[in-house]
């Protein structure tokens, strides 16, 4: 069966950090793009950003707000995808996803249909 | 990239049909046919219903259909049924390899 399990949410100080984990199994975690995603209290989800697989380039994007403040990382040999926040702000108060896409057939969506995702974890970013 | 544009609620009597709109650019959703839909019960992960505007994953009934006309996709729910009541979120492809959501639908079964 394939599965994410998120870990490592809490309640956090503003500007302070927290490290995310997120667990893969039932796949060929080196193959996959993985992808961050939040979704603050009552709201709409947000893309934070994709890690391509090693073969695939191995590069890294971030949404906007969490440039240059957040660093997603991965150990393929662990099939372990994490989520390193620094300088957390209230803003960022949310549960936080790690999602998949997947290949049908010769095509495949990795950037534009996120198929498996994982139960999330919540971060509280508060005072 | 601002978040695409979801009407806050939608709603239908069980049999009906009710269409949820998305509203992006001419730089998302009008340049791309790659608009996603997902349905998420409360306190539940997201579940992908539809993927390139009009295509349905595996298991997803036939029930849920997806368009696109220029800048605003569209998901249509006919026959509406109970476990049908649930948030749904759009979202699109939005170049230089970034993904963008909708703020989300709330819909209601009546």
């Known amino acids: 069966e394939v599965q994410l399990v998120e870990s490592g949410g809490g309640l956090v100080k503003p500007g302070e950090s927290l490290r995310l984990s997120c667990a893969a199994s039932?796949?060929?975690?080196?193959?996959?793009?993985m992808t961050w995603v939040r979704q603050a209290p009552g709201k709409g989800l947000e893309w934070v950003g994709r890690?391509?697989?090693?073969?695939?380039?191995?590069?890294?994007e971030y949404a906007a707000p969490v440039k240059d403040r957040f660093i997603i990382s991965r150990d393929d040999s662990k099939n372990t995808l994490y989520l390193q926040m620094n300088s957390l702000k209230s803003e960022d108060t949310a549960v936080y996803y790690c999602?998949?896409?997947?290949?049908?057939?010769?095509?495949?969506?990795?950037?534009?249909?996120?198929?498996?995702w994982g139960q999330g974890t919540m971060v509280t970013v508060s005072s | 990239q601002s978040a695409l544009t979801q009407p806050p609620s939608a709603s239908g009597s069980p049999g009906q049909s009710v269409t949820i709109s998305c509203t992006g650019t001419?730089?998302?959703?009008?340049?791309?046919?790659?608009v996603s839909w997902y349905q998420q019960h409360p306190g539940k992960a997201p579940k992908l219903m539809i993927y390139?505007?009009?295509k349905r994953p595996s298991g997803v009934p036939d029930r849920f259909s997806g368009s696109k006309s220029g800048n605003t996709a569209s998901l249509t729910v006919s026959g509406l049924q109970a476990e049908d009541e649930a948030d749904y979120h759009c979202?699109?492809?939005?170049?230089?390899?970034?993904?963008?959501f909708g703020g989300g639908t709330q819909l209601t079964v009546l």
């Open positions: 999602a998949m896409g997947f290949c049908a057939g010769s095509s495949c969506h990795w950037d534009d249909a996120l198929a498996v």
């Open positions: 039932g796949f060929t975690f080196s193959n996959a793009w």
């Open positions: 890690f391509k697989s090693r073969t695939a380039g191995g590069t890294i």
């Open positions: 001419s730089r998302d959703v009008g340049a791309y046919n790659y």
């Open positions: 390139e505007v009009n």
């Open positions: 979202s699109s492809y939005a170049g230089s390899n970034i993904m963008i």
